[in-house]
């Protein structure tokens, strides 16, 4: 097995050509053919001028093409650099043009703004439209050949959300990513040619990319694309294609859950249910697993870390609303300001040390250096480790409220209003207040068909936490803004001036 990302296919490809790699609708992908296309691929950068170590941006939505320009830039030892169809012009030409993409691979849907951004780094654009691609790869001379690569090369820049500033390019190595693979699929999701996975979660992500294609493919499973997630279709392309295997944010598990076809769907196929990207409300859990039958592993990861990071693994104990224990290879603590160890049960910074860690930050020396010390790379999520060693998600650092000189963790007060029957959705924060430093306070979507106030949920907070946590303030919106995986991104969230200054 060579150290190329990209054997991962052709190995597949070898022992199993004619199984299906990829499925959308009706369309089905076999290995062979992903294959041969990715081959194809190589041989048009070639013809674009392309030469080894060169970035390419991938523009595309969950699409099969997304697989064939993937593996395609990887063989041809190139760099993929991910980036999200719904940018706008502006934000694809830093994309571009901070990673020093010569080309980009943008879907025929969002050209408009992918050539502005093109344009404005001046990197070549290749269009990807049903039916034009294929002519266009079909005449390109193929290249079957894996460039040899070290292990420590980058094979993937991927962009960090940019909530805390610009998007920082964590510099992913091919070891990084294999060897998240290789763990993933020998212990935590155990994956083999007999699975389907839905594709829901954005393959320009993180959690996608490694627990979806790259395990898929690794494995020799079948990945059943949704270009854009709605829980109705999710729900019907489970049924549909007798999917195993699930992975999505907690926000995707909302939906479903309060979907109108949700009674009339047959899930049985399902074995597992893996969710990341942002920690599970015990509320929602527990309401999945009795709705459908199928038990629910929660995880932790960021892009930084390839992603995965810790798991509650199949064959332990589960802990619900714990992410787990560190994986195979993967060293866990929490520390303090100071970044020294805190006492079990104490709350601290959480740091990871393994092969899953960033080379680091794209030409960022110095963000590299604040993040990555001593190998241990600094997370920015609070949490705590139980006397099992599990770990439980308090919330982010800069997420946390401190009312009156008192800590106040928002995801405790969320898990506390999502078990409100009339709640679908909430988001809690602080605002500035002249007397206690920060408030409380809660936008909160509630579910179709029901009705509550804010007195009503204001109360029953308050009764089930310390007078100085609940939300003095709720405002209730008809949805919350959400990113590419489905996470909510509270920064987004517009603050009525009633509830700033009340």
Known sequence: MGTNLATLLTDTAE??????????????VSYRFLDEGSARVAGLLAEHGFELGDRVGIM????PYFAFVYYGVLRAGGVVVPVNPLLKGREVGFYLEDSGAKIIFAWHGFQDEATEGANEAGADLIAVAPGEFENLVQHADPIHDVVDVE????AVLLYTSGTTGSPKGAELTHSNLRRNVEVTLKTLIQIDENDTLLGALPLFHSFGQTCGLNCGVAAGARLTLIPRFDPDKALEIVQRDEVTIFEGVPTMYTAMLHSDTKDEVDLSSLRLCVSGGSAMPGEVMRSFEQQFG??????????????VASFNHPDRER?????????EGVEMKVVDEDRNEVARGEVGEIAIKGHNIMKGYWNRADATEEAIVDGWFHTGDMAYVDEDGFFFIVDRKKDMVIRGGYNVYPREIEEVLYEHEAVAECAVMGVPDEQMGEEVVAAVVLKSGQDASEDDLREFVREQVAGYKYPRRIW?????????????LKKDIEVPEAVKTS
Request: glycine fraction near 16%; charge should be negative; include cysteine.
């Open 60 to 63: 595309l939505p969950n699409v």
């Open 319 to 327: 802990k619900e609303g714990s992410i787990g224990t560190p994986i």
């Open 15 to 28: 022992r199993h050509g004619d199984g299906i790699a990829l499925k959308l609708d009706d369309a089905e």
């Open 476 to 488: 209730f919106e008809d949805e919350l803004p959400k990113g590419p995986t489905g996470k909510i």
């Open 294 to 307: 199928c038990k629910v592993l929660e995880g932790y990861g960021l892009s930084e870390t390839s992603p």
């Open 151 to 154: 292990g420590d090369d980058t």
